[in-house]
Each structure stands twice: as C-alpha cells, then as structure tokens.
C-alpha cells in the first residue's frame, strides 16, 4: 500500500535498523517529496552518517539537487 499522488498523506513509525552490528530504534517520515529517519537516542547521534544528498551545499560538486543548466 503506497502513497497516493496528490492526497498528501503522510506515513510515520518507530522501526529499527541495523548499523555496524547494533540495533537502533528510528523515527521514520515518509511524504511524497522524501523519506526522513531521525535517530531516537540523540546521545548518539553524530554527523559521520551518510545522507542521500539532500543537506549538501551548493559547492558539492555531486549535488543533484541543485539547478539545472
């Protein structure tokens, strides 16, 4: 069951995920322009992660997000 295009639902839950053999709860945000995951326990949260790209500055040269030519 998906999302349908231009309802504007929003889906949210707790799942959890394994990273570097450890199991860590994460709040997940889906809408139809992205899926966000936030990390429940902010004491370990750090920014060492990887990101799909959407919080990249405009001097990354692998950005697609930024405007076409």
Do not use: I, M
Request: hydrophobic share 30%; aromatic share 4%; glycine share 12%.
């Amino acid at each position: 069951a998906g999302v349908s295009s231009g309802s504007g639902a929003h889906r949210s839950g707790l799942v959890e995920v394994l990273v570097r053999e450890h199991w860590h709860k994460v709040l997940v945000n889906l809408s139809e322009e992205a899926l966000s995951l936030s990390c429940e326990d902010g004491e370990n949260v750090n920014s060492n992660g990887f990101t799909n790209g959407s919080y990249l500055d405009n001097s990354n040269a692998n950005s697609n997000n930024g405007p076409q030519a």
